[in-house]
């Protein structure tokens, strides 16, 4: 093969980076009903309901790995109410303290007006499929100093802050918390998390934090709408534990009135690739404190009528020039751009397992159409 392409070397290339387009078009094909990777992996099947647990088994990217609540028993929510100290059994809170894997599913529709933050412990999936489940008007969600969460197809919306006051984090300790900050998910020292295919707007802080040395997430198939700061990755610019930090931010769509941190970073490692990014009032990605950022296969509108054109922001005026920030095979429209920097190579460095075909961006519209819950039915492909 090497002799071959030798005299020709620039046709081979040409030759093979178009087999690699041609077999991502292939692979991403409307014919196959727009479903991304993830989504391919559990999505036609009829059975769903009866194998809930088959969806730890679909996560790509850094987050590959988390389990959730995969080996434990289903846990039924049967009771919205909320007590942060003492819940009560079928109440969500009650089923996320435990200290054994669980998978929690809801009996109905339910909106949960939680009364503290909700710590979950480890080894806990949330999974809102077949019903209609939101998290809003008070505090949301807190992964703390734990690993092996998911987070699957629930709204969380109009969190707001915390207020100090005793919290059970597990079946045997609760805690004076000192209020939190209105973060819609707030992931704190945890590794192993998946976020997939909820829905975050409006609340009081972020709408996703991983900070504090969290490392191992996934976030993927989620529709952001009507929030300033959207998402952050990294504590603040002297924590310089957060160079751990990996993250996979895949199959997004970034929807209607958001203004930044699609993501902002700090100091780790970025994947953002194949999402659909509709508007930013400020900037879509930016980062201080030297992170690296790989931006891959995305669809990039700009805002019509404004001069925030340009994608990226650094929060610094001088010494970002090093920063590795790359752009491969992105769309930009509306006069969007990415401005580059660094050198070498910053391609995700994935384990067989974590690893998946990114498509080119052109194909991100098909393959965000279903961002956010799926209105999925028991009995039928969802």
Known sequence: MASTCTPHLVLCLVLVLSFINSSLQDYYTPDRQNMNVIDSCWRRRSNWAANRRALADCAIGYGNDAIGGKFGT???????????????????????????????????????????????????????????????????????????????????????????????????????????????????????????????????????????????????????????KVMLLGHNDGFTDDKIMRVTIV???????????MPRVRFGYAHVANNRYDEWKMYAIGGSANPTIFSEGNYFVAPQNSNAKQVTKREVNNGWKNWKWRSSRDVFLNGAYFVQSGWGSCSPIYSRAQSFPVAPGSMVPALTANAGPLPCIVGKSC
């Open 251 to 261: 199959f997004n769509r970034f929807g209607a009135g958001l203004i930044e941190r």
């Open 74 to 228: 289903i846990y039924v929510v049967t009771d919205p109410s909320d007590n942060p100290s003492n819940p009560k059994p079928g109440t969500l809170r009650y089923g996320v303290i435990q200290t054994k894997p669980l998978w929690v599913v809801f009996a109905k529709n339910m909106v949960i007006v939680l009364k503290n933050e909700l710590m979950v412990n480890s080894f806990k999936t949330i999974d809102g499929r077949g019903v209609k489940v939101e998290i809003a008007y008070g505090p949301c969600i807190t992964v703390q100093g734990v690993s092996h969460v998911i987070i699957h197809g629930i709204s969380i919306h109009d969190c707001k802050p915390g207020k100090p006051g005793l919290v059970r984090d597990t079946v045997t300790h609760v805690g004076e918390r000192h209020g939190s900050d209105g973060d819609a998910i707030a992931i704190f020292s945890s590794s192993h998390v998946w976020i997939d295919h909820c829905f975050l707007a409006r609340s009081s802080d972020g709408l996703i934090d991983v900070i504090h040395a969290s490392t191992a997430v996934t976030i993927s198939n989620n529709y952001f709408s009507q929030h300033d």
